[in-house]
Each structure stands twice: as structure tokens, then as C-alpha cells.
């Protein structure tokens, strides 16, 4: 018996989707709720389970392909007819039917001893597949050569030699699982190679890509269109302020335990900047706008997106309403939203709504930098790293001295079409004073 794997609704909006990669071939045994594709749809890229257990008889749609909602990407059955090199398109058939047009499962059928191993571990399963087939080689180097900012610099924290963990990733891809777990000693490295980090100078990794082409994935395609969109039709320029945030520095520093304790996550700055944002945003409706033909429509709540660096690529989850929430729930939706991003588990409606929009600059270590708006918003505010450094303060008498005082660059992108540069210091001024005066006690929520 046969069943079908079809292509579930990922969303309210999302009516189709491309397939990107099949994690398994025709032949390839699946277990239920297996990742066995990957799919691409204009919010979100993401894996389907398979629905039920068996062997893959039938792909029905290839890679780059587009299908709609709900239809039939593959066909699994029982495998009863796998020791049979035939009948593989057949559900139930006897060897006959090896005219059907499936000729491209008897080179599949080869490799089907390789499959056998993945059993005791997943990782070794990248060699295998890469050797026998040389298309898939480039696929597999491109991926596992590729290792995002976050893990590469959490590999850099712990002395971790990036080339001694093996990647338990899409593709032997190295994730930041991979990288806690070799610096707790769950995965074996090589002592040696791990040591050299700290004993030799920097040495740089090159990528897998240098010198290659590849095809732009379809987020790629989605925010390069959307990109180049908003550039052309709307009037962009930015703002900049610098803000003194010692205060919230010391206030995270004495209230961090219990913070952490009672909320769950850290107490970073972020959920400080989006709940100053929220609060701005309230007083400066032009901020949390849209331009819909000749009118101006103003947002009823302050539904903020949060830039999040995944392995695919940016992509921007929302939190809703966020003038209403605390600090705590701010900085919990952060950390449940950003981790959901980066592991292909958010939901397409998470992303949609925003009406504003906020990326930290400062955890890739630039000072500031100039963000893009993003139709149908109206404006953007990069936050810029929090660093040391020494500053003219004035005292209450007037008295000036020099001190050490962590400062950040607040940048504002905006819609010059609605937003005048007046509107935009003022909102980011309301933020200014509202983070270097750093009364949120009563906001934290714990």
C-alpha cells in the first residue's frame, strides 16, 4: 500500500511553494515525521515531514520545481518490493512493469546499501553520498563549507576548530548544536587541531565557494526583488543619534540572575530598544505607518519585526503589539522567535504584519550602518554595538569631565515620502531619552 506525501498549508497567505531539496531519494527509506524535503514559499523556507513510514517509490515534483497547496509531492509505500530492482514506480507490482518511465530509479537502487549505515550515526552519511555522484559534490562541499556568523563565532568563544566537528546539518552543514556539543566533549574532535586556535595566529577558512555558481535560493530571489522594489519606489535616507546606555548596562548587570531565573532567557539590550521603540512609536505615528495609493494609513498597534541571520538568510519574525508587553515577554518572544527562525520552524504568519522594523547591527560588531526599508513599512531602526569608550559628561552643575560610559549608535531609515527629517529626530531623541534615563524597573516584568 501506497500513501501520499502532499504539500501541507504553511500559512493563511502562502498558496504554493518550491522545492528546493529533497532530503531523500527514490529508493530511500523514511521514518515518520522524518525531514524529507525542503520547501521554499516567499516567507519562509522550511521541511516537511514525511506523514508516514516507507520507502520513497515516486518523486512527483523535482528540485525548482513550484507546487500548490496540498498537491502530491511523493509517493511512500511499504517497501515490500525494494529487494526488487523493478518495481519501484508500482505500489504493490510485480517486476513486469520495469517499461513504466521510472528508468531513473535503477542507478537509486545501486546506492541503497549506502543508506544502511546512517544508522549508527548521521554524520558520516555526507562522505558516502558526495563520492558516487558527482553532482551531488558541489551541493554537499557548498553546504558544509558554509557556516553562519553566529556559529563561526561561537566556535571562536570556545576554542573550537571548526574543521575538526563534523556537521549534523542538512548537507554535513555545521550547526551551533554541533559546536556546544564539541565544546562539552559530546562529539569527538582532534585534540590537536582544537588547540591550534589558541596556540597559532588566526588562520583564515576559505570558503567552499570561492570560484563556484550557484543558483540564487528563493528567499535570496524574494529579498532581492523586494529590495530593489522598495529602493525604487520610495525615497530612503537615514538618521543617526548616539545614546549613553550605562544605566540599562548597570541595571542588567544587578538584576541578571534573578532576571534570568524567573523569565528564562538572558537580559540582553534588545528587548530595552523594542520596548523604547514601542512607546515612540505610540507618540510618533508616522513611524508605524503605510502609504496605500494617495493615503496614509496608521497602524492601531506597534507590531515589530526583528531581524534574524539564519543559514538561509535574513528573514524578519514578528513581535505583535509590543507596546503592551513588559520587558521579560519582549526578551522571551526574541529568544523563542529567533531560535524558531534559525532551525526552519517558524510559522509563514509569524513573519507577515510588521509594522516596523528593528535589526541589530551591533551583534555582527559594526558601529552603525545605513538599513533598508522594506514595503509596505515606512522605516527601520539599526541598533548599533554597545561598546566602551571615553565621553565628555556633564554634571548637574555644568561641570564637564571626561568618563568611560557605554554608548551605542541608534540609525534610523525612513520613507522621505512621509517621513520628514524633523519627524525623525524627534522620534529617535524620544528613544534617546528614554533609554539614557533607563527607568525600567517597573517595566521588567519579573
Known amino acids: 500500500m501506497s500513501d501520499n506525501v502532499v504539500l501541507p498549508a504553511l500559512g493563511e497567505s502562502v498558496t504554493e511553494g518550491t522545492v528546493t531539496r529533497w532530503l531523500k531519494k527514490v529508493g530511500d527509506t523514511v521514518a515518520v515525521d522524518e525531514p524529507l524535503v525542503e520547501i521554499s514559499t516567499d516567507k519562509v523556507d522550511t521541511e516537511i ?57 535503477v542507478p537509486v537502487a545501486a546506492p541503497a546499501p549506502i543508506v ?32 553562519t556568523p553566529l556559529v563561526r563565532k561561537l566556535a571562536s568563544e570556545n576554542g573550537i576548530d571548526l574543521t575538526a566537528v563534523a556537521g549534523t546539518g542538512v548537507g554535513g552543514r555545521i ?36 570560484g563556484q555558481t550557484e543558483p540564487m535560493s528563493r528567499l535570496r530571489k524574494v529579498l532581492a526583488e523586494r529590495a530593489v522594489a522598495s529602493m525604487q519606489q520610495t525615497a530612503q535616507l537615514t538618521t543617526v543619534v548616539e545614546v549613553d546606555v550605562t544605566r540599562i548596562a548597570q541595571l542588567r548587570a544587578r538584576v541578571q540572575g534573578d532576571f534570568t531565573a524567573r523569565a528564562g532567557v538572558k537580559l540582553n539590550f534588545m528587548p530595552f530598544f523594542a520596548l523604547a521603540a514601542a512607546e515612540a512609536l505610540r507618540a510618533h505615528p508616522k513611524l508605524n505607518a503605510s502609504i496605500d495609493g494617495e493615503n496614509i494609513v496608521y497602524h492601531p498597534t506597534e507590531n515589530i519585526s526583528f531581524a534574524v541571520d539564519s543559514e538561509r538568510g535574513l528573514l524578519t519574525p514578528v513581535i505583535r503589539d509590543a507596546g503592551s508587553l513588559n520587558i521579560a515577554q519582549i526578551a522571551q518572544q526574541i529568544a523563542d522567535l529567533a531560535a524558531r527562525t534559525r532551525s526552519n520552524q517558524l510559522k509563514p504568519d509569524e513573519l507577515g504584519g510588521g509594522t516596523f522594523t528593528l535589526t541589530n547591527t551591533g551583534s555582527r560588531g559594526a558601529l552603525f550602518d545605513t538599513p533598508v526599508v522594506f514595503l509596505p513599512q515606512v522605516a527601520i531602526l539599526g541598533t548599533g554595538i554597545v561598546s566602551k569608550r571615553a565621553v565628555v559628561v556633564t554634571d548637574e552643575h555644568g561641570n564637564d569631565s571626561i568618563a ?11 520613507d522621505h515620502r512621509l517621513v520628514d527629517g524633523a519627524d525623525a529626530s524627534r522620534f529617535l531623541v524620544d528613544i534617546k531619552t528614554r533609554l539614557e534615563s533607563a527607568a525600567f524597573e517597573a517595566n521588567l516584568g519579573i
Open 49 to 105: 515531514p514525511s506523514p508516514v513510514a516507507g520507502v520513497i517509490e515516486q518523486i512527483l515534483v523535482q528540485e525548482d520545481e513550484t507546487a500548490q497547496v496540498g498537491a502530491v509531492l511523493a509517493i511512500v509505500g511499504s517497501g515490500a518490493g525494494a529487494s526488487s530492482p523493478a518495481p519501484v514506480a508500482e505500489p504493490v507490482a510485480a517486476p513486469a512493469p520495469v517499461a513504466e518511465p521510472e528508468p531513473v530509479v
Open 116 to 147: 544502511t549505515p546512517p544508522t549508527p550515526v548521521a554524520a558520516p552519511v555526507v562522505a558516502p553520498v558526495a563520492t558516487p555522484a558527482p553532482v551531488v559534490a558541489p551541493a554537499t562541499n557548498s553546504d558544509a563549507g558554509y557556516v
Open 175 to 210: 550547526r551551533k548544536d554541533d559546536v556546544l556539543a564539541a565544546a562539552t566533549g559530546s562529539i569527538p574532535t582532534i585534540p590537536a587541531a582544537a588547540s591550534v586556535p589558541a596556540a597559532a595566529a588566526p588562520v583564515v577558512q576559505v570558503s567552499a565557494l570561492r
Open 404 to 414: 568611560i560610559r557605554s554608548m551605542v549608535y541608534l540609525a534610523l531609515s525612513y
